[in-house]
């Protein structure tokens, strides 16, 4: 569905991506791993038209993305959660749903069921739906921009560092819901800096360094992969199958 080709991204004279490339599979979860700078975001950014790459080819579905800005690459079927969220603070929960079905906007009734349906799988936001989005909590806030990005019905969702600032409790419940989202066949590119969590529920992952995809594999042969246990989950293994 998503392939990314030897990706080379700039800011000004900074050389951020260098040579990046990876795959996502229809129904995949893929986790994408690294610390602060390893150029996950900026690959987010890429991907969705925010920062366009000097050289390489990202392609959706067989068509090359270049170009495109970043409500076309909406329309083409890719829904972005931001890192940190990245609500309408001052408008209500019903406001912001509405903000992410804009690219049905002339189908008003599309988007009145869609919010229906998302109220039924988050209950606290149908509980809240006239509510400012800045007065919920981080969990709740979460849980909104996963459903402000649902609403554009896309076929591809990417999470950028989803469990940021939340609590453990709600951590958990984040990813239970993002494992319920790829039940129900959602292909999903999940950015982390939790890599037990992410690699847990990913089918596959890669793991960036400095610009650079320096490990790919399945999820579960990563979390046993010893330079990621020593970078990014602690140096005992056992560890890994215990929280």
């Given at each position: 569905m998503l392939n990314v080709k030897s990706v080379h991204t700039?800011?000004?004279?900074?050389?951020?991506l260098k040579g990046v490339s990876l795959?996502?599979?229809?129904?995949?979860?893929?986790?994408l791993i690294g610390a602060n700078g390893a150029g996950k975001t900026t690959l987010v950014q890429s991907i969705c038209g925010f920062n366009r790459p000097r050289?390489?080819?990202?392609?959706?579905?067989g068509e090359d993305l270049s170009g495109r800005g970043a409500e076309q690459i909406v329309q083409q079927g890719i829904a972005l959660v931001p890192e940190g969220r990245q609500i309408f603070a001052t408008l209500s929960v019903e406001n912001n749903l509405e903000m992410g079905g804009f690219i049905h906007r002339r189908r008003p009734d599309r988007i009145h069921r869609d919010m229906d349906r998302l109220f039924e799988r988050f209950p606290i936001l149908g509980q809240r739906?006239?509510?400012?989005?800045?007065?919920?909590?981080?969990?709740?806030?979460?849980?909104l921009a996963i459903s402000r990005a649902l609403m554009s019905r896309?076929?591809?969702?990417?999470?950028?560092?989803?469990s940021m600032g939340l609590a453990?409790?709600?951590i958990r419940d984040i990813f239970r819901i993002i494992g319920e989202l790829r039940q129900e066949?959602?292909?999903?590119?999940?950015?982390?800096q939790n890599a037990r969590a992410a690699l847990r529920i990913a089918d596959r992952g890669y793991v960036m360094e400095t610009g650079k995809v320096v490990l790919q594999g399945e999820g579960s042969m990563l979390l046993r992969h010893r330079q990621v246990?020593?970078?990014y989950l602690g140096k005992g293994s056992k560890e890994i199958w215990e929280a």
């Open positions: 700039y800011y000004g004279n900074i050389h951020a795959h996502v599979r229809a129904g995949e979860i893929v986790s050289k390489g080819a990202i392609e959706f579905r739906r006239r509510q400012l989005a800045g007065t919920l909590s981080g969990g709740e806030q979460q849980m896309p076929q591809l969702l990417i999470l950028d560092e989803p453990p409790l709600v066949g959602r292909t999903i590119l999940l950015i982390e246990q020593r970078a």
